[in-house]
């Protein structure tokens, strides 16, 4: 759904191996992902689909107005300051766009070269340095910087496939030269030591609230661990000594996991060895560290079925490349490090020093001018000139000096030492609880199905362990892409009962993130009893009801599909009234799905309707989870009706409502068993029952 593993591929992970070819003596080790490595594969098989994707290289005269305008929003979603200015003419059109102000009358007004010469640098913004360097054709649409063809976009795509290719193949081979170690990840990255249990957040932080479901799955770790592994030595012919945990995040059950799956080595930071040790590591004015004897070392865990080795990263250092150097001239930056690491190093006296410096790989380099590669020049040549210092991958750095031990390690991450970021949040733990709810229906249910289907659910309940959903959740992060990721985790959660025969639970239609959508709301102004037949009858008959119409506009970038334009409610004597008015392209396009009503008072009513064929072809409706057996007619206590319109009639008798009280009514729109819409987006409708109407 969105572009950030091609982008940063572009960008990124070909240069970052390559650049070592230029000193031979600078050893590192690279973490790479199984779940990023297997989308990877998937795009050098010209594989992948992904909407941004296809419209970066589409045909500009195939091109829809809906399309121009993401393309519009897209193109533009980068550092402006290092990427978008490489490329004059790239700049000249987002001033353009920005002082139309609407991507959607920008659309209308750029021409079809304008459009070409987007698609083309939007794509070239991304390109490394080292590859740019290398390759003639792409060094050719460089210079060339307006007005490109198709045939010039044509192939800029087949360079974009080879970058795929040739990237992994530079690591690999980088690894064969004893430069590089590959290390890995669980497969999906899930935050271990919470996936094993959940309660071990309270260790690092006591107090914190945790969810109201316990997750224990141990052997949902060890399966990402073991996946991993395999998937690694698939991949490179050897499976990897080394793990890097998801955000750094450790406990004794993961390190004895980890054990049993033969990984030999693992990292976190600073904060978890001094909380384990009961230590701090303070900074001197001179640059050495008190207790840097323990920081500057590996220890050895010795709790496993065999010993696992253990670095933890200088904070400090590392966070100085990730958010300090980038505002530095290369050189300036450079030194400072160097300087650094032999202060840091002084720290343990006559002993050899192991200073761990580890950050997200490619996160860094979009905020350095030049991608960083002038900053690495210059810190690699300063350590390969350097006779009292060796870059080493952390395998050798394992046998370089004599190991502390540790029996016992604080549960905690990279960030603060604990979970927080995972965790405790309300919305961190409606996740967990829904996360929860999905593992045990797997459990329940996956006995006696369709082995693919089990193995198919299996990955959607890996997915869904993954850390990434949980670091947008919460008040911490946020972005502009929240409504993608919340819904993307509801998808993987709803596709795991779809898998096994079942229908998702209502509670995954509804946006765990709480995003803020001005919406319309026009409570009603008098009672209404509608002709439910499916159609606008006339005009009068829901004149007095409620309306609510969401709006979208301060959404995702990318823009969310509105495919209930408005919802009516309202209510006679005896009955609660609701119309939903459908969206053009989602009627002509979807032939059957299922509308939830769900009501909350005094008891919990919940009906649901699946239409097809441009009818409603079956209901079933529970108050309090109890099924209601009531008879067709006109008397029933609930009906529906679709033709243009859908539209619900809820006695409330049935409901368990009466005249007067205050309700709570959300409605959701179901595809193939994928929440693909609710109203309203922010939770529930508040519904007053009262007959006391002000007429104007």
């Not at 929240?482 to 509670?507: G, M, Q, T, V, W």
């Not at 009818?615 to 099924?627: L, T, W």
């Amino acid at each position: 759904m969105m572009p950030w593993v091609r982008l940063h591929a572009l960008k990124d992970y070909y240069g970052m191996v390559a650049i070592l070819e230029e000193f031979p003596s600078v050893h590192v080790t690279f973490n790479l992902v199984p779940s990023l490595l297997a989308q990877l594969e998937e795009y050098g098989r010209d594989a992948a689909r992904e909407d941004d994707y296809r419209i970066a290289f589409e045909p500009v005269d195939h091109l829809t107005a809906a399309e121009k305008a993401r393309l519009l929003v897209f193109a533009f979603q980068l550092n402006r300051e290092n990427l978008l200015n490489r490329h004059p003419r790239f700049r000249e059109l987002f001033e353009r766009v920005r002082g139309i102000g609407s991507p959607g009358v920008a659309a209308r007004l750029l021409t079809a070269q304008d459009y070409l010469d987007l698609q083309v640098l939007s794509q070239l913004a991304w390109f490394d340095e080292i590859y740019l360097a290398r390759d003639s054709e792409v060094r050719r649409l460089v210079k060339k910087q307006r007005g490109f063809s198709e045939q010039d976009k044509a192939s800029l795509r087949l360079k974009e496939i080879e970058i795929f290719k040739v990237m992994l193949e530079a690591y690999a081979k980088a690894e064969a030269r004893g430069q590089i170690e590959i290390s890995t990840s669980p497969f999906y990255h899930p935050i271990l030591p919470l996936l094993s249990d959940s309660a071990v957040a309270a260790e690092s932080h006591p107090g914190v609230r945790l969810p109201s479901r316990r997750f224990r799955r141990p052997e949902d770790a060890r399966a990402q661990i073991g996946a991993a592994v395999e998937f690694h030595a698939r991949l490179f012919g050897r499976p990897p000594r080394g793990m890097w945990p998801s955000e750094g995040s450790l406990s004794d059950e993961v390190l004895r996991l980890a054990s049993e799956e033969g990984v030999e080595w693992s990292a976190t930071d600073e904060g978890v060895l001094g909380r384990s040790l009961g230590k701090s590591f303070e900074r001197r004015g001179d640059g050495t560290v008190s207790n840097g004897s323990e920081l500057y070392r590996p220890h050895r865990f010795s709790g496993g079925k065999r010993p696992v080795t253990l670095f933890f990263r200088d904070h400090q250092l590392s966070d100085l490349i990730g958010f300090v150097y980038s505002r530095m001239p290369a050189g300036a930056a450079a030194e400072d490090l160097h300087r650094r690491i032999h202060a840091a190093a002084r720290s343990t006296g006559e002993r050899p020093a192991v200073v761990s410096i580890i950050l997200d790989g490619e996160n860094a380099w979009e905020f350095f001018p030049g991608n960083g590669r002038e900053f690495l020049r210059a810190f690699y040549g300063r350590i390969a000139s350097d006779p009292g210092l060796r870059a080493l991958t952390a395998s050798e750095a394992a046998k370089a000096v004599e190991p502390g031990t540790l029996a016992h390690i604080v549960p905690g991450s990279w960030i603060n030492a604990n979970f927080d970021v995972w965790i405790g949040a309300e919305e961190d733990n409606l996740a967990w609880d829904l996360l929860a709810e999905a593992r045990e229906f797997f459990d329940a249910n996956a006995h006696h199905r369709d082995p693919a289907k089990v193995e198919l659910a299996r990955q959607e309940l890996w997915i869904a362990e993954g850390s990434d959903w949980c670091w947008w959740y919460g008040p911490e992060h946020s972005s502009a892409h929240d409504e993608e990721f919340d819904l993307l985790y509801r998808k993987h959660l709803s596709n795991i009962y779809r898998l096994l025969d079942a229908s998702p639970p209502d509670e995954l239609a509804v946006p765990i993130k709480r995003p803020r959508v001005d919406a319309a709301l026009f409570p009603p102004t008098g009672l209404i009893e509608p002709v439910l037949d499916g159609r606008v009858t006339n005009y009068f008959e829901w004149l007095g009801a409620g309306v609510y119409s969401p709006d979208f506009r301060s959404g995702s970038m990318h823009g969310a599909v509105s495919y209930l334009e408005c919802l009516y409610y309202g209510y006679s004597d005896r009955a609660l009234y609701l119309r939903l008015d459908f969206s053009t392209p989602f009627l002509a396009t979807h032939t059957e799905f299922e509308v939830r009503v769900s009501v909350n008072s005094k008891s919990h009513f919940r009906l649901h309707a699946k239409a097809r064929a441009g009818k409603v072809a079956s209901m079933e409706a529970r108050r309090d989870e109890v099924k209601l057996e009531v008879p067709p007619g006109e008397h029933s206590g609930f009906a529906a009706a679709f033709e243009r319109i859908f539209e619900v009639r809820l006695d409330f008798a049935t409901v368990g409502l009466a005249s007067g009280e205050e309700t709570l009514l959300q409605v959701s729109l179901w595809v193939n068993d994928l929440p693909v819409q609710v109203i309203p987006q922010e939770g529930w409708l508040k519904v007053e029952l009262t007959r006391k109407f002000i007429v104007w």
